[in-house]
Nanobody, 123 residues
């Protein structure tokens, strides 16, 4: 079966950096758009970034210039490098896979999800 496993979350001070990873198994990785979403307490799950099989990336405005999404197709792994972190970035971060050729920002479009990893940014 398909499994997406996130890692790399943790506690960091404002201005710091974290690198999230998402290891995928049970799917043909390069046929999926891979995305990162986040969900803060009391809020809806929101789109952060996504990457096509080619490496072309899309970002939500609030993380542009600070976050970088990438993927390593032979390793079936996706990454999210997060720099200049802010307290408002605090959330559970989820990776997701969407069997398509375009980027969707609606979480309902994604077929598979990981269990999430907590990112906490202290001020």
């Amino acid at each position: 079966q398909v499994q997406l496993v996130e890692s790399g979350g943790g506690l960091v001070q404002a201005g710091g950096s974290l690198r999230l990873s998402c290891a995928a198994s049970g799917l043909t990785f390069d046929r999926y758009v891979m995305g990162w979403f986040r969900q803060a307490p009391g809020s809806e799950r929101e789109f952060v970034a996504a990457v096509l099989w080619s490496g072309r990336a899309s970002y939500t405005d609030s993380v542009k210039g600070r976050f970088t999404i990438s993927r390593d197709n032979p390793k079936n792994t996706m990454y999210l490098q997060m720099n200049s972190l802010k307290p408002e970035d605090t959330a559970v971060y989820f990776c997701a896979a969407d069997r398509t050729i375009i980027v969707h920002t609606n979480p309902a479009a994604y077929d598979y999800w990981g269990q999430g990893t907590q990112v906490t940014v202290s001020s």
